[in-house]
Nanobody
């Protein structure tokens, strides 16, 4: 069982930066690949980024590539999403998720067993 708690969301102007954190409980955090997804009002949940269990591989949606960076610290049971050059289109609730597929960078929500409650990111123009 893994419990996930996101933090770091907020209101930022276009071009600004935010860093999201996702703190995980449980001794087996290191064995999970982790993902970030987002959901804007009236839209489906979409993949943002993923990282394998040891951080060896990272994956990004085309829309955030070059602007967002995912990382993890297994000693702290935490995964991060550094978001730079934010755009109004990035406005959404951001969720972190854990997948037992250790070396996967899956972009499919159904591959993730555990989800956080989400943190709101609002980018003003």
């Amino acid at each position: 069982q893994v419990q996930l708690v996101e933090s770091g969301g907020g209101l930022v102007q276009a071009g600004g930066s935010l860093r999201l954190s996702c703190a995980a409980s449980g001794r087996t955090f290191f064995s999970y690949s982790m993902g970030w997804f987002r959901q804007a009002p009236g839209k489906e949940r979409e993949f943002v980024s993923a990282i394998t269990w040891n951080g060896g591989r990272t994956y990004y949606a085309d829309s955030v590539k070059g602007r967002f960076t995912i990382s993890r610290d297994n000693a702290k049971n935490t995964v991060y999403l550094q978001m730079n050059s934010l755009e109004p289109e990035d406005t959404a609730v951001y969720y972190c998720a854990a997948s037992p597929m250790t070396n996967s960078g899956s972009s499919y929500p159904y591959d993730y067993n555990y989800w956080g409650q989400g943190t709101q990111v609002t980018v003003s123009s």
